[in-house]
């Protein structure tokens, strides 16, 4: 068995969780919520392992947030009941998939566009409607309708549909941009209040805005997902530190083919390539002014010209990735430790979910 | 059965792979070959599917290539029996489960360092000993001794242990520079010689250089893996045409939201984060003016800009990814069709063989 062994055992590379640090995490995000009064739904993407959620609606999340429909079956086979999907539903086979989640648990799925109202429209009757929220573009430039009188105007569309029930507003939100998510969230819901359109959830998002969350004043909930782990891009973004960071992918070094140059055995496929704005793939916590200058499938290519430490061939290294959710979806499994100790391994169950 | 369906009935994201395709780029690279009458190592990582392999070494291959141990022991168990690890092996771990593998079956493995030696001499002996080829960096700036007589000195290393056997020399080149590594290579051969030391094995590799192999005069065996799929980043080298790439994926367009932008259900968890050099995630066969400039895990952004033909919501689209070898990691099995109509799935068998 891996329990009780020292993570300096285990082959690399491996990512592994500190129990101590997520826990904390956890608390203290829900914390906030708790303070504020508002509703936390943590998005699965990062961990995409039941007994994680678990672990975040003990602490009085209300319900859970996924991407993909494959990834709500996952969880409602694991008994969760309150499922939002944040993607638009297209498809026959995924619409029959659909229908058959929402027969047994509380569903809420998203809009932007009128095809997927007429879709959804046509698959779902009055005997057990689907709740349906309105996606809104407030500047994230993703999915969402652009304007507060088109989330209007889809929301009455939802709303003549006998099987379908508007059940509010959704934003993933450029980050750093509560002013203007609330300036469209306040003038969006007092059109449909004035419409007589009922409007139950306003639901903002997004790690990077968790603890900004109490300024968009209209919101009834918050979702984020990257905060259980953290990484270095939040850690960039000033909501957490160094030590904040539940995630670590653990490297040997494999080579030192010049002075200058490390090679470890963690690619991509272990730290993925999403840079998402930094130049290298990842900070080494021990050999912070080392840097990760280009990846291949199973080889980092570290320049060690700025760092006057220099790792020795062998030695085993730690990496807080740039993005730790992807990381999460390369694993089969993530190594749990407390003091370096594994507590517990886990299987992400919801990897590789991709419809 | 999804055998018989169309691929357009698959729910998306799908990694499909086309038979016609893929059988003509295994025959091209092989005749190649047997035509310069050399060996030719497929490197399993762009498929992980031991089928794939089987097509490969029944058109003429001389065994596998894997990188890592744990990919080798997948193929060691589908019956290969000729295989090339192309990776430092540390950790005690690890030597465990080589040992095992090279009782089994007949195993080579790469060195570029006196640790990785020591720590191999340590785990094997006389009565089976272990092939031992010497990486050497020719210009790719990965792993590799740096000099024809830093080879020679580790050549002797090992040659020195019971337990090793001194079996050759390799490189992962940088693309489009034979001339040098025939020159590192002449000139290590022949200090080999004059050394007394017998070199059965000079490997090249790479998809990049498979058919500038000929320049280089010394090579025994090429190495190459993408070449059976193909990509952008093939075609871009020159390598192949926009039909000679096996592998689409294929997306739904899931919104619209303004008329320059559409969002597709792939994001980086189907296409991965990888560039290669590109600016952007892929290229849209069908709207080649269309540019997918930036992933989510589960969003393809699409600037519609340069593209006169807009495709609409609900629309199914063909992506070639940048780089097929990390699509198939990401995926639990690919989906194999000829001219459209599902012909296999094959499971990854050896996706996420990190150790």
């Known amino acids: 068995?891996?329990?009780?062994?020292?993570?300096?055992?285990?082959?690399?590379?491996?990512?592994?969780?500190?129990?101590?640090?997520?826990?904390?995490?956890?608390?203290?995000?829900?914390?906030?919520?708790?303070?504020?009064?508002?509703?936390?739904?943590?998005?699965?993407?990062?961990?995409?392992?039941?007994?994680?959620?678990?672990?975040?609606?003990?602490?009085?999340?209300?319900?859970?947030?996924?991407?993909?429909?494959?990834?709500?079956?996952?969880?409602?086979?694991?008994?969760?009941?309150?499922?939002?999907?944040?993607?638009?539903?297209?498809?026959?086979?995924?619409?029959?998939?659909?229908?058959?989640l929402n027969a047994r648990v509380d569903l809420q799925v998203v809009a932007d566009n009128a095809v997927v109202v007429e879709a959804l429209a046509a698959g779902f009757q009055a005997d057990r409607p689907l709740k349906v929220l309105v996606e809104c573009d407030t500047g994230g430039g993703r999915n969402g309708v652009q304007t507060p009188a088109d989330a209007l105007h889809l929301a009455n569309s939802i709303d003549a549909c006998a099987g379908l029930v508007f059940h509010g507003l959704l934003t993933y939100p450029k980050p750093a941009s509560e002013a203007g998510v609330e300036t469209f969230f306040a003038e969006a819901v007092e059109m449909l209040n004035q419409a007589g359109l009922a409007c139950p959830v306003v639901s903002h998002g997004g790690s990077p805005s968790l603890f900004d969350s109490?300024?968009?004043?209209?919101?009834?909930?918050?979702?984020?997902?990257?905060?259980?782990?953290?990484?270095?891009?939040?850690m960039r973004a000033g909501m957490c530190d160094v030590d904040d960071c539940a995630m670590h992918v653990i490297a040997t070094v494999a080579s030192c083919p010049t002075e200058t140059r490390a090679i470890l055995d963690a690619g991509s496929k272990a730290l993925t390539s999403d840079l998402l704005g930094f130049t290298d793939h990842g900070l080494m916590v021990d050999y912070p002014d080392a840097s990760i200058v280009s990846l291949s499938e199973e080889h980092a290519v570290v320049d060690l010209s700025g760092s006057v430490a220099r790792p020795q061939i062998g030695e085993r290294v730690r990496i807080i990735p740039n993005h730790t959710c992807v990381v999460s979806n390369l694993f089969d499994k993530l190594v749990f430790h407390r003091n370096g100790v594994v507590t517990r391994m886990e299987t992400v169950a919801a990897r590789g979910k991709v419809v």
């Open 214 to 234: 109490a300024l968009v004043a209209s919101a009834t909930e918050h979702r984020a997902g990257t905060y259980i782990f953290n990484d270095r891009a939040m």
């Open 1 to 100: 068995m891996t329990v009780g062994l020292s993570i300096h055992d285990l082959m690399t590379p491996v990512a592994v969780i500190d129990e101590t640090v997520m826990a904390n995490n956890i608390r203290v995000a829900q914390d906030y919520f708790d303070r504020i009064g508002r509703n936390f739904r943590p998005h699965i993407k990062t961990h995409k392992i039941p007994a994680l959620a678990a672990l975040q609606q003990a602490a009085g999340a209300k319900g859970i947030n996924c991407q993909k429909i494959s990834e709500a079956e996952v969880f409602a086979d694991a008994g969760f009941t309150d499922i939002l999907i944040t993607f638009n539903m297209l498809g026959a086979a995924r619409l029959e998939r659909l229908k058959a």
